[in-house]
T-cell receptor, first 111, second 114 residues
Framework: SQQGEEDPQALSIQEGENATMNCSYKTSINNLQWYRQNSGRGLVHLIL?????REKHSGRLRVTLDTSKKSSSLLITASRAADTASYFCATDEGAGNMLTFGGGTRLMVKP | DGGITQSPKYLFRKEGQNVTLSCEQNLNHDAMYWYRQDPGQGLRLIYYSQIVNDFQKGDIAEGYSVSREKKESFPLTVTSAQKNPTAFYLC?????????????FGPGTRLTVT
């Protein structure tokens, strides 16, 4: 079953703008991960945030986690055309505590 | 180069035939995973292996089988019992199994069954 669910499903912005994607989940988690997938390719790990962390940064990426609302957000600042991809959140509610991936947000950054 | 390789990139089969997808890693990771991705969807876990000679069913194991005879290799067989096998298949690995570790993904195999 899909635990994390991303919102919006699709997002189109201009280069230089910020992009915000949200992920909601249903039960308590130990950590949450964000991945990126270019069209027709494998996923690439972006960032892992633990349940006792509220915010984490990596370059132009900023991830927040609100365990009271069971939600996380991924912010990409000063977006570039190369950021065009699908972004997935993954939580640890799968079989045997394996990762469960949401449906993803498809981000298009127009040059 | 270190990483995960999957072959072939595209695979075409007739309905009723079994087909085996290859996954090899040289990252010295203990855990390996197989996921299925349908168009516009997220990933669903088929099988995972925490260590050599061990594997566990994921959320959608029916119609699939795996083996883990070597640490580097985790092949997936899509059997004729899988009712809707056409999909994009992704293999991944991590240092150890579980939620605390980032997963490294291969480039995927797109399987089309007609």
């Amino acid at each position: 079953s899909q635990q994390g669910e991303e919102d919006p499903q699709a997002l189109s912005i201009q280069e230089g703008e910020n992009a915000t994607m949200n992920c909601s989940y249903k039960t308590s988690i130990n950590n949450l991960q964000w991945y990126r997938q270019n069209s027709g390719r494998g996923l690439v790990h972006l960032i892992l945030i633990r349940s006792n962390e509220r915010e984490k940064h990596s370059g132009r990426l900023r991830v927040t986690l609100d365990t009271s609302k069971k939600s996380s957000s991924l912010l990409i600042t000063a977006s570039r055309a190369a950021d065009t991809a699908s972004y997935f959140c993954a939580t640890d509610e799968g079989a045997g505590n394996m990762l469960t991936f949401g449906g993803g947000t498809r981000l298009m950054v127009k040059p | 180069d270190g990483g995960i390789t999957q072959s072939p990139k595209y695979l075409f089969r007739k309905e009723g035939q079994n087909v085996t997808l290859s996954c090899e890693q040289n990252l010295n990771h203990d855990a390996m995973y197989w996921y299925r991705q349908d168009p516009g969807q997220g990933l669903r876990l088929i099988y995972y292996s925490q260590i050599v000679n061990d594997f566990q069913k994921g959320d959608i194991a029916e119609g699939y089988s795996v083996s883990r005879e070597k640490k580097e290799s985790f092949p997936l067989t899509v059997t004729s019992a899988q009712k809707n096998p056409t999909a994009f298949y992704l293999c991944a690995s991590s240092i150890e199994a579980g939620f605390s570790y980032e997963q490294y993904f291969g480039p995927g195999t797109r399987l089309t069954v007609t």
